[in-house]
């Protein structure tokens, strides 16, 4: 980063996006989030216990509190700070944390915004009913727009509801959450596949949104595929009837094909519909599997063994039924490119018994209803493209998100898909144009409430991450529907959420005020603060920091000119934001302000608030 | 309130020969007002330290009374310490030293506790050599009792109140000169690049070594027209030379320039690499410092660095030919050597 540009003067200006973006960087929670979720906010109100006030916050940024808390894929728990305080320190249970405010909020039906009983005379079309076609609808319902939502499935969710077993996510959670939207005058056409796109636009919506998912998983063209095909099935249609009751049961042995997520709610779902030997194979080694590490987790800890370096290469059929399963055992090995190839280890085959397969080896998009005359460009993937700010098709008023419009994410990046799509949807329907996004609402407001004292909780707990407590396994398996995670009760909620540091918190320098007394070079905790001579290359500044300062990631915080002409630097990739800086001070020319950060959505500030 | 300290480190956080960090060198959090030029001090002592790979327990902490004399509790944690009396921080160390001579002594202590109440016990440490470190944190001022002028108050400096001091100051570092001591120093709070390297030349010096550090008091004495605020003491510090300590086990790997710089040898083997900032200021010279030190005064500048040493001194334990081991590590066979020997002794005197 150019040093020039993250200069922090007297009075920072906040309305300036070269400080927006600094700040923004340093809470890495947030900022990793794709909807920007106001993460160590949140987590306050945990700790004080207000569950409902928590979850409104996630509910207007992500609209599925409840369901995320129990099943997204957490961009944000890698990027924690605490993870990087040392060797055996992980990452704030950011996600678990969300699902106890889902879990213990009050009513919050009073809360949800008034929707308008005259509406704005703007049709809104949703194809699909999962969380990217929600979140479009929920964002624009308050403003008034007539929206009519289309979906094959029996009930709202898209995947949500097909893919994900209910023994990680309980039918009334999701009900829940998709009633919250539903119920805000949508009119619903579910069982209902759109087969022309065409044929919706003749219907004059003002808009159309694209929210279909990446419903077709892949299949593996290998000997034996045929004639087996009654006990082969694609892992997403399998899970798919599993969710909507029209597949109750499974062979006793079962080899699930695969290493992703997908994979890892296959066998544990056919662990609870009567499989006894459950194997997962991968063609990759271990630890490059796809599937989230404590998806993995929970499958080992069900007893499935996953074998890797397996690679398929025949369904053996006996008397026209499948048997077993042939598989090449291979290594990784790298190119000087660093492109890999698995190589064929010269061991015999082996051969595995079986009496279903579920392939469970990626998902693709498919859009055979999209007529490929009626303006909608496709890439060469054979995907329409979608801008990747506005969602829009080359078509002005036909907008894409969620999988549908890259290709296979989670829920979400196709959240923060809707809530784009639905302001370009707005700006669309009201005539403006739709490439001048509206800004961040952010805020920078000092935290000092009195000597020692500041607005939020600045020690640094020393808790080692909470572990979520599990059904009993035996229990867990009798029944596709109960939930295996029990979630945190209220003290291991408390002691989890006290492990956030607040990263929020910034702190915030005006070298006008210092008297370079070194106190707070002195007392921080982690070393990240050094006067020094200025520096026009980053590197030597970074090198000549007290602690070198080698996360590149991680921006530096360079004051203006000191009165000797030095600076001060702070090196922001472990700050504890402990205060002490600002505590040991004695001219206040360190403070700890907090940055609010809200990105923008069609329906900023439209729920009531919690008394 | 939330006042404490996290347990957390920096992950890189640099270890020493002990295969220690910084943190095992540290103390409580200090309850001094924040940004406090004493706490600079305690700063440096614990990077000291922990530089030159000295074990905690080698080392004891002695202090008297004031803000200075509260220190000792914020930096080495792990070593011994004894908060003394008033003034009386040299004869608790002086004792200490002849019990244990193996120890490492630091002695805190401030203006008031030492140019005041301390001066007669000063006086005598000095002149007998006693192998320690003491440290002035020198503020010009009472800061525990509300900031009134102190003993080393300079003349025409104005207090926070307006008042001007009309009293000759006393300059302990002439002082300690005057009376023999064998490693003056002055420095400055505020320039750790000066006083780290100080304190390491100090605590290698076998005798006695003292440092004035002038210690802004950042509430009572910081203010316009004070001569030891922060703001003066940068406008007005002149140093003798730049500074390098280089312990004796490390091989001297920085060429330095011919002609303006010094190398002075300690008795231990370590060296302090000088690079002159003033020509032909020599450190083994104590009457060319008594005038400079003047000189610089007399300028209205506060000369800084190392200002003497005497690199082969005579200590109190040489003196007096005490004992080489600690006195709590003698068995009762030397204590108590026997009536023979007890005979030979009263022999000697008849």
Redesign the interface.
Known sequence: MDIKTNKKGANVDIKKKENVDFFHQVVDCQYACPAHTPVPEYIRLIAQGKYTEAYMINWQSNVFPGILGRTCDRPCEPACRRG????S?EPVAICRLKRVAADNKDEISTLLPDIPKEKNGKRIALIGGGPASLTVARDLAPLGYDITLFDEQTKGGGMIRSQIPSFRLPDEVLDEEVNYVLDMGISTHFNKRVDSLKAVLDDDYDAVFIGTGAPKGRDLDLPGRTEGEANIHIGVEWLANVAFKHTDAIGKKVIVLGGGNTAMDCCRTALRLGGEQVTVTVRSPFATMKASPWEIEDAQHEGIPILDNHVPKEFIIKDGKLTAMRFEKVKAEFDDQGNRSLVPLDEPPVIIECDDVLIAVGQSNSFPWIERDIGIAFNKWDMPKVNRTTFATTLPNVFVGGDAAFGPENVITAVAHGHQAAISIDLHCQGQDIKQRPAPDVTLLSQKMGV???SY????S?DDRNIVPLMELQEALKNLNNEVELGFDEKRAISEAARCLNCDMQTVFTEKKC?????C???C????LTMTSKEADEQILRNKLT??A?NLEQPLYVSGDL??GRVMVKDED?C?H???CA?????AAWDLQQFTYNEATACDNLAHKAD | MTYLRPDFRHPDAPTNDLGYTSKDYEGALSTLCAGCGHDSISAALIQACFEMSIEPHQVAKISGIGCSSKTPTYFLGNSHGFNSVHGRMPSVTTGANLANRDLKYVGVSGDGDSASIGLGQFAHVVRRNLNMLYIVENNGCYGLTKGQMSATTDIDSVNKSGMVNEHQPIDLVNLALELGATFVARSFSGDKEQLVPLMKAAMSHRGFAFIDVVSPCVTFNNNAGSKKSYDFVREHNEATSALDFVPMKDEITTTYEQGSSQEVTLHDGSVIHLTKAIKGFDPCDRRAAIKAIKDHNERGEILTGLLYVDTDPTDLHDMYGTSCKPLNSLKEDVLCPGNATLQSINESFR
């Open positions: 990087r305080l040392d060797d320190e020692h004292e500041w909780d600045s020690q640094v020393n008297i370079e007394c070194d106190a070079v002195d007392v905790p982690t070393k990240v602690v070198p080698k009165a000797t472990l504890l402990c205060g002490l505590e040991r001070c004695p001219t």
